[in-house]
Protein backbone atom coordinates (compact mmCIF):
# COMPACT_ATOMS: atom_id res chain seq x y z
CA UNK A 1 0.00 0.00 0.00
CA UNK A 2 1.09 3.92 -1.17
CA UNK A 3 2.10 5.44 1.94
CA UNK A 4 -0.13 8.72 2.84
CA UNK A 5 3.09 10.64 2.43
CA UNK A 6 3.61 9.37 -0.74
CA UNK A 7 0.56 10.03 -1.75
CA UNK A 8 0.88 13.66 -0.84
CA UNK A 9 4.35 13.81 -2.18
CA UNK A 10 3.86 12.24 -5.54
CA UNK A 11 0.06 12.57 -6.12
CA UNK A 12 -0.74 16.04 -5.32
CA UNK A 13 -2.91 18.04 -7.90
CA UNK A 14 -3.34 21.43 -6.25
CA UNK A 15 -1.50 23.03 -3.22
CA UNK A 16 -1.88 26.11 -1.88
CA UNK A 17 -1.16 28.57 1.04
CA UNK A 18 -4.17 29.20 3.58
CA UNK A 19 -4.54 30.93 7.28
CA UNK A 20 -3.54 34.47 7.66
CA UNK A 21 -0.98 34.41 4.73
CA UNK A 22 -3.62 34.51 2.17
CA UNK A 23 -6.39 36.20 4.17
CA UNK A 24 -4.31 39.44 4.16
CA UNK A 25 -4.19 39.30 7.63
CA UNK A 26 -0.38 37.69 8.02
CA UNK A 27 2.15 39.21 10.87
CA UNK A 28 5.56 38.46 11.68
CA UNK A 29 4.73 35.55 13.74
CA UNK A 30 2.04 34.10 11.33
CA UNK A 31 2.15 29.64 11.01
CA UNK A 32 2.70 28.95 6.63
CA UNK A 33 -0.60 26.94 6.83
CA UNK A 34 -0.32 24.83 3.62
CA UNK A 35 -3.75 22.77 2.28
CA UNK A 36 -3.64 20.57 -1.08
CA UNK A 37 -5.58 17.76 -2.46
CA UNK A 38 -4.18 14.72 -3.99
CA UNK A 39 -5.60 11.87 -6.54
CA UNK A 40 -5.07 8.43 -5.12
CA UNK A 41 -4.26 6.17 -7.87
CA UNK A 42 -7.44 4.35 -8.77
CA UNK A 43 -6.07 1.18 -8.79
CA UNK A 44 -5.76 1.75 -5.21
CA UNK A 45 -9.88 1.71 -4.61
CA UNK A 46 -9.35 -1.87 -5.94
CA UNK A 47 -8.23 -2.91 -3.26
CA UNK A 48 -9.61 -4.32 0.64
CA UNK A 49 -7.73 -1.21 2.11
CA UNK A 50 -8.72 1.90 0.33
CA UNK A 51 -6.42 4.90 0.31
CA UNK A 52 -6.93 7.67 3.02
CA UNK A 53 -9.12 10.49 2.66
CA UNK A 54 -7.23 13.26 3.89
CA UNK A 55 -3.32 12.94 5.25
CA UNK A 56 -2.21 15.49 8.12
CA UNK A 57 1.69 16.56 7.17
CA UNK A 58 4.37 15.29 5.79
CA UNK A 59 5.24 18.88 6.59
CA UNK A 60 4.43 20.58 9.90
CA UNK A 61 0.91 22.83 9.50
CA UNK A 62 -0.15 20.38 5.87
CA UNK A 63 -3.18 18.96 5.21
CA UNK A 64 -4.64 17.51 2.28
CA UNK A 65 -7.61 15.92 1.09
CA UNK A 66 -8.03 12.67 -1.76
CA UNK A 67 -9.68 14.41 -4.90
CA UNK A 68 -12.98 12.88 -4.04
CA UNK A 69 -13.79 13.84 -0.35
CA UNK A 70 -12.47 17.26 -1.11
CA UNK A 71 -15.47 17.56 -4.07
CA UNK A 72 -17.90 15.91 -1.57
CA UNK A 73 -16.94 18.79 1.35
CA UNK A 74 -17.28 21.42 -1.45
CA UNK A 75 -20.47 20.51 -3.39
CA UNK A 76 -21.55 20.44 0.61
CA UNK A 77 -20.15 24.67 0.91
CA UNK A 78 -17.81 23.58 3.62
CA UNK A 79 -15.91 26.77 4.11
CA UNK A 80 -13.02 25.97 4.58
CA UNK A 81 -12.61 24.10 1.82
CA UNK A 82 -14.42 26.48 -0.62
CA UNK A 83 -11.89 28.97 0.63
CA UNK A 84 -8.45 26.62 -0.46
CA UNK A 85 -10.10 26.95 -3.98
CA UNK A 86 -9.93 30.35 -3.96
CA UNK A 87 -6.52 31.17 -1.81
CA UNK A 88 -4.12 33.72 -3.37
CA UNK A 89 -1.15 31.47 -2.98
CA UNK A 90 -1.06 28.58 -5.23
CA UNK A 91 2.46 26.46 -4.79
CA UNK A 92 1.52 23.73 -6.70
CA UNK A 93 -0.67 22.79 -9.61
CA UNK A 94 -0.78 20.02 -12.79
CA UNK A 95 -3.60 20.00 -15.44
CA UNK A 96 -6.47 18.22 -13.27
CA UNK A 97 -5.90 21.10 -10.52
CA UNK A 98 -6.31 23.70 -12.95
CA UNK A 99 -9.65 21.86 -14.20
CA UNK A 100 -10.63 21.59 -10.47
CA UNK A 101 -9.95 25.45 -9.82
CA UNK A 102 -12.28 26.16 -13.22
CA UNK A 103 -15.12 24.54 -11.71
CA UNK A 104 -14.89 26.66 -8.46
CA UNK A 105 -18.27 28.15 -9.76
CA UNK A 106 -19.65 24.83 -9.83
CA UNK A 107 -19.32 24.54 -6.23
CA UNK A 108 -20.95 27.31 -5.09
CA UNK A 109 -24.59 27.82 -4.28
CA UNK A 110 -27.08 29.26 -1.81
CA UNK A 111 -26.23 26.47 0.58
CA UNK A 112 -23.14 28.66 1.76
CA UNK A 113 -25.47 30.95 3.76
CA UNK A 114 -26.35 27.43 6.21
CA UNK A 115 -22.88 26.02 6.11
CA UNK A 116 -20.96 29.18 6.91
CA UNK A 117 -23.45 31.11 9.65
CA UNK A 118 -23.90 27.71 11.14
CA UNK A 119 -20.42 27.10 11.44
CA UNK A 120 -19.35 31.06 12.60
CA UNK A 121 -22.53 30.07 15.12
CA UNK A 122 -20.80 27.29 16.95
CA UNK A 123 -17.20 29.38 17.00
CA UNK A 124 -19.23 31.99 18.73
CA UNK A 125 -20.61 29.89 21.02
CA UNK A 126 -16.98 28.83 21.76
CA UNK A 127 -15.87 32.37 22.56
CA UNK A 128 -18.66 33.32 24.79
CA UNK A 129 -17.80 30.40 26.62
CA UNK A 130 -14.36 31.90 26.91
CA UNK A 131 -15.27 34.89 27.73
CA UNK A 132 -17.13 33.33 30.84
CA UNK A 133 -14.57 31.06 31.80
CA UNK A 134 -11.28 33.17 31.18
CA UNK A 135 -12.70 37.04 31.24
CA UNK A 136 -11.67 36.88 27.42
CA UNK A 137 -11.94 35.26 24.01
CA UNK A 138 -9.29 33.99 21.79
CA UNK A 139 -8.69 37.23 19.78
CA UNK A 140 -7.28 35.04 16.99
CA UNK A 141 -10.73 33.23 16.82
CA UNK A 142 -12.82 36.35 17.11
CA UNK A 143 -10.76 37.85 14.27
CA UNK A 144 -11.48 34.81 12.18
CA UNK A 145 -14.90 34.19 12.86
CA UNK A 146 -16.04 38.19 11.36
CA UNK A 147 -13.46 37.47 8.12
CA UNK A 148 -15.47 34.43 7.33
CA UNK A 149 -18.64 36.39 8.44
CA UNK A 150 -18.08 38.80 5.76
CA UNK A 151 -16.97 36.80 2.93
CA UNK A 152 -20.01 34.46 3.34
CA UNK A 153 -22.20 38.08 3.10
CA UNK A 154 -19.91 39.32 0.13
CA UNK A 155 -20.26 35.68 -1.32
CA UNK A 156 -24.54 36.21 -1.23
CA UNK A 157 -24.76 39.44 -2.18
CA UNK A 158 -21.90 39.18 -5.57
CA UNK A 159 -21.93 35.57 -6.40
CA UNK A 160 -18.01 35.23 -5.74
CA UNK A 161 -15.83 34.51 -3.03
CA UNK A 162 -13.17 36.63 -1.95
CA UNK A 163 -10.89 35.53 0.78
CA UNK A 164 -8.25 38.56 1.14
CA UNK A 165 -9.57 41.25 3.99
CA UNK A 166 -8.29 44.48 1.80
CA UNK A 167 -9.02 47.58 3.12
CA UNK A 168 -10.43 45.56 6.62
CA UNK A 169 -7.08 44.41 7.50
CA UNK A 170 -6.26 47.03 9.90
CA UNK A 171 -9.97 46.82 11.68
CA UNK A 172 -9.53 42.79 11.84
CA UNK A 173 -6.24 43.20 13.36
CA UNK A 174 -7.18 45.41 16.06
CA UNK A 175 -9.69 42.75 17.37
CA UNK A 176 -6.55 40.11 17.41
CA UNK A 177 -4.59 42.77 19.36
CA UNK A 178 -7.64 42.57 21.89
CA UNK A 179 -7.72 46.59 21.46
CA UNK A 180 -11.96 45.93 20.88
CA UNK A 181 -13.82 45.65 23.67
CA UNK A 182 -16.19 41.52 23.35
CA UNK A 183 -19.16 43.44 23.59
CA UNK A 184 -18.77 45.63 20.48
CA UNK A 185 -17.19 42.17 18.77
CA UNK A 186 -20.45 40.87 19.63
CA UNK A 187 -22.34 43.15 18.14
CA UNK A 188 -20.28 42.99 14.65
CA UNK A 189 -20.75 39.65 14.87
CA UNK A 190 -24.76 40.25 15.39
CA UNK A 191 -24.63 42.68 12.25
CA UNK A 192 -22.44 40.06 9.78
CA UNK A 193 -24.96 37.74 10.63
CA UNK A 194 -27.75 39.45 9.91
CA UNK A 195 -26.61 41.20 6.66
CA UNK A 196 -26.12 36.77 5.53
CA UNK A 197 -29.15 36.80 6.08
CA UNK A 198 -30.88 39.57 4.32
CA UNK A 199 -28.83 38.45 0.98
CA UNK A 200 -29.50 35.23 1.10
CA UNK A 201 -32.82 35.01 -0.38
CA UNK A 202 -31.85 37.79 -3.16
CA UNK A 203 -28.58 36.00 -3.78
CA UNK A 204 -27.53 35.62 -7.47
CA UNK A 205 -25.84 32.08 -5.98
CA UNK A 206 -27.79 28.98 -7.98
CA UNK A 207 -29.88 27.07 -5.18
CA UNK A 208 -27.82 24.11 -5.45
CA UNK A 209 -24.27 23.52 -6.83
CA UNK A 210 -23.71 21.58 -10.19
CA UNK A 211 -23.45 18.14 -8.89
CA UNK A 212 -23.36 16.58 -12.07
CA UNK A 213 -20.35 18.83 -13.64
CA UNK A 214 -18.15 17.76 -10.40
CA UNK A 215 -19.27 14.13 -10.62
CA UNK A 216 -18.04 14.71 -14.61
CA UNK A 217 -14.80 15.47 -13.44
CA UNK A 218 -14.42 13.18 -10.98
CA UNK A 219 -15.11 9.96 -12.89
CA UNK A 220 -12.67 11.29 -15.70
CA UNK A 221 -10.03 12.39 -13.06
CA UNK A 222 -10.25 8.57 -12.42
CA UNK A 223 -10.31 6.94 -15.32
CA UNK A 224 -7.10 8.78 -16.81
CA UNK A 225 -5.62 7.86 -13.54
CA UNK A 226 -6.50 4.00 -14.16
CA UNK A 227 -5.37 4.26 -17.49
CA UNK A 228 -2.23 5.84 -16.63
CA UNK A 229 -1.40 2.85 -14.08
CA UNK A 230 -1.82 0.17 -16.88
CA UNK A 231 -1.57 1.62 -20.28
CA UNK A 232 -0.85 -2.06 -22.05
CA UNK A 233 -2.81 -3.89 -20.01
CA UNK A 234 -6.16 -4.23 -22.67
CA UNK A 235 -8.11 -6.28 -19.58
CA UNK A 236 -7.55 -3.42 -17.42
CA UNK A 237 -8.58 -0.98 -20.66
CA UNK A 238 -11.58 -2.72 -21.20
CA UNK A 239 -12.71 -2.56 -17.92
CA UNK A 240 -12.61 0.61 -16.85
CA UNK A 241 -13.99 1.59 -20.10
CA UNK A 242 -17.23 -0.55 -19.56
CA UNK A 243 -16.90 0.91 -15.58
CA UNK A 244 -16.69 4.39 -16.16
CA UNK A 245 -19.11 4.39 -19.34
CA UNK A 246 -21.34 2.07 -18.67
CA UNK A 247 -21.22 0.72 -22.16
CA UNK A 248 -19.41 -2.33 -23.92
CA UNK A 249 -16.46 -2.16 -26.49
CA UNK A 250 -17.15 -4.39 -29.54
Known amino acids: MTSPEALVREHTVYACVMGSR ?3 LATEGSDTDRRGVFLAPTPLFWRFEKPPAHV ?3 APEQFSWELERFCSLALRTN ?3 LECLHSPLVERIDDTGREL ?3 RDAFLSRHAHRTFVRYAESQRGKLAADVRRHGAPRWKHAMHLLRLLASCRDLL ?8 VGEERDRLLAVRRGEVPWPEVERRIARLVAQADEAAPRSPLPPEPDHARVEDFLTRARRASALRAHPDDEVVQRLVHDGFTGQRRP
Do not use: K, S
Open 79 to 81: PNV
Open 22 to 24: AFG
Open 56 to 58: EGP
Open 157 to 164: RTGGLVID
Open 101 to 103: LAL
